[in-house]
């Protein structure tokens, strides 16, 4: 959700507060609803969609039902308690604070904060203390997943670095000053609060395209345009058909320009491919000199002094003949040296002949293909660019996908434990059941670090496709693939490893993700 986005909805919750909490509901596992009364008694929802990859704040009327779902969901219940008196957004950061004034009664519940992170696949839910000390947290960062910012009970909480950006609200047309000659879409760099569902917004009010060149007055419409976009980011402009023409056409030029772009390198990579192969031809005739110096050695043995870099024999038709010599080797291991260069030369050139119209041809079909994408309308090219890419070779075990969408990868048995192992990146997460025989998992992480529910889940796979299946608590080890390794003469799928961390879940089979 993007900063100004979120900047509307504050500026619509704020003439409300101090507002009366009514209660809490969890309509899902990754929603929260606060029921509020506002000072203008008006009744309404607060809420907020805290899961990756698609967080959002909004307001709703009605009621929301819903039970806690998760012991962080009960800590909630319990913990936020009181009017919401205060709603603060850090500059047009996706962060947003909201402090609840605690309440009275047999026991007294301190005032609390919930911290609601926007942030796209790193969105996260947090409640605070008055110290401003983490009391319960949706998704815990470790030290070993973010070694800058850890995310944990009991820690003081640290918000995400605020980006060092115009602020919309209060900027002036001199400081749009250096997005001249820039593209429009350039702006999302430059102006906080902007992400790309906004600036295509921008675009619209402007009467320009995101890829425009911003000139002095195409960058006094954008300004014009931002003012009006602080005021109501949630208007959809609609585009007159000349803009909408543009904008179809860009679309395409911006969908069309990677196609063609990988086509021609695939092409040049063949015709580089076909001067090899015209030059292998071009040695052929090589090959037959290396024989004839070959057999000229071997019928002048004699003539061959001992130790020599070159000599000179005459040839079978009466002309003398200077040959290169190896000083270290006889005259018949030279020659044996000069019969194996020729046919190597030889069956480069044999190879050549066969792949020549073989590439000719692949390159002519490169040549069609490009052809067809430069004419290849917007329904075209968006079928070409969303095309699934086919895998290459055997498919190879179960597959999931993580929470956060991550592929993760079960073997069946040992010969795909074995191969999904030793195929997996070195970055990539390994998962075991401790102790007991069972699947090799892995979590096509590449050196990023997944968020703790992704783990979980890898790790729920991995205990589940074991023989502790069905019970409460199952250890699971998990380390980069790279500290795993198979011993010498150890059969498929038996392997050791370092460097673990051992996570404890239930072996059961996770609700999330599709196996295939």
């Given amino acids: 959700m993007e900063g100004l986005l979120i900047h509307a909805v504050l500026r619509e919750l704020l003439p409300e507060l101090p507002a009366l909490n009514l209660g809490l509901a969890f309509p899902e596992e990754g929603t929260l609803a606060v029921l509020l009364k506002g000072r203008s008694g008006r009744i309404f929802n607060l809420v907020l969609h805290y899961r990756p990859p698609s967080p959002s704040l909004v307001l709703e009327e009605g009621t929301l039902l819903g039970e806690a779902k998760t012991p962080f969901q009960r800590q909630l219940a319990a913990r936020v308690k009181g009017p919401l008196k205060e709603a603060e957004q850090l500059k047009l950061d996706r962060v947003v604070f909201l402090r609840f004034a605690g309440e009275k009664g047999f026991v007294d519940t301190p005032p609390t904060t919930l911290v609601f992170e926007a942030t796209g696949r790193n969105a996260n839910l947090l409640l605070l203390d008055e110290e401003g000390r983490i009391l319960g947290v949706d998704r815990v960062i470790t030290q070993e997943v973010n070694r800058y910012r850890e995310l944990r009970p009991g820690l003081p909480y640290t918000p995400p670095p605020p980006y060092a950006k115009l602020d919309p609200r209060?900027?002036?047309?001199?400081?749009?000053?250096?997005?001249?000659?820039?593209?429009?879409k350039a702006v999302v760099r430059h102006v906080d609060g902007v992400g790309l569902e906004l600036m295509r917004e921008l675009a619209r009010r402007a009467g320009l395209t995101p890829e425009t060149p911003l000139d002095p007055p195409g960058l006094e419409r954008l300004y014009q345009a931002l003012k009006g976009?602080?005021?109501?980011?949630?208007?959809?402009?609609?585009l007159s058909e000349e803009l909408r023409a543009r904008w179809a056409e860009e679309e395409k030029?911006?969908?069309?320009?990677?196609?063609?772009?990988?086509?021609?390198?695939?092409?040049?990579t063949l015709l580089a491919r076909l001067t090899d192969y015209q030059g292998a031809l071009a040695r052929l005739e090589e090959a037959a000199g290396l024989r004839?110096?070959?057999?000229?050695?071997?019928?002048?043995?004699?003539?061959?002094p001992k130790g020599a870099k070159e000599v000179v024999l005459e040839g079978f038709d009466g002309q003398p003949v200077a040959i290169p010599l190896d000083p270290g080797?006889?005259?018949?291991?030279?020659?044996?040296?000069?019969?194996?260069?020729?046919r190597r030369l030889e069956e480069l050139a044999e190879r050549a002949l066969d792949l020549i119209p073989k590439t000719e041809e692949r390159v002519r079909a490169l040549e069609a293909e490009m052809a067809r994408i430069a004419r290849a309308d917007l329904g075209e090219l968006l079928a070409l660019t969303r095309k699934p890419r086919e895998d290459k070779g055997p498919r190879?075990?179960?597959?999931?996908?993580?929470?956060?969408?991550?592929?993760?990868?079960?073997g069946r048995n040992a010969k795909e434990n074995d191969l999904l192992t030793r195929l997996a990146h070195s970055e990539d997460l390994w998962f075991h059941a401790q102790g007991v025989p069972g699947s090799h998992v892995i979590l096509k992480a590449e050196g990023k670090n997944p968020p703790l529910e992704d783990l979980l889940f890898a790790a729920r796979l991995a205990a589940y496709h074991s023989k502790a299946r069905g019970e409460k608590q199952v250890p699971v080890d998990y380390t980069r693939k790279k500290h795993v390794w198979r011993p010498r003469?150890?059969?498929?799928?038996?392997?050791?490893?370092?460097?673990?961390?051992?996570l404890f879940v239930e072996g059961t089979l996770p609700g999330e993700g599709e196996a295939g």
Avoid: W
């Fill in 489 to 502: 003469k150890a059969p498929p799928g038996q392997v050791l490893y370092t460097g673990a961390k051992t």
């Fill in 292 to 304: 004839q110096k070959a057999d000229l050695l071997l019928a002048r043995l004699k003539a061959v």
């Fill in 253 to 268: 030029e911006a969908l069309r320009k990677p196609l063609l772009e990988a086509l021609e390198r695939e092409k040049r």
């Fill in 396 to 410: 190879l075990g179960l597959r999931y996908t993580s929470p956060s969408g991550f592929p993760v990868l079960v």
């Fill in 170 to 184: 209060t900027l002036t047309p001199e400081d749009l000053q250096g997005l001249l000659g820039q593209p429009l």
């Fill in 329 to 342: 080797l006889t005259p018949q291991e030279n020659a044996k040296k000069l019969y194996e260069r020729a």
């Fill in 229 to 238: 976009l602080v005021e109501d980011p949630r208007l959809r402009t609609t």
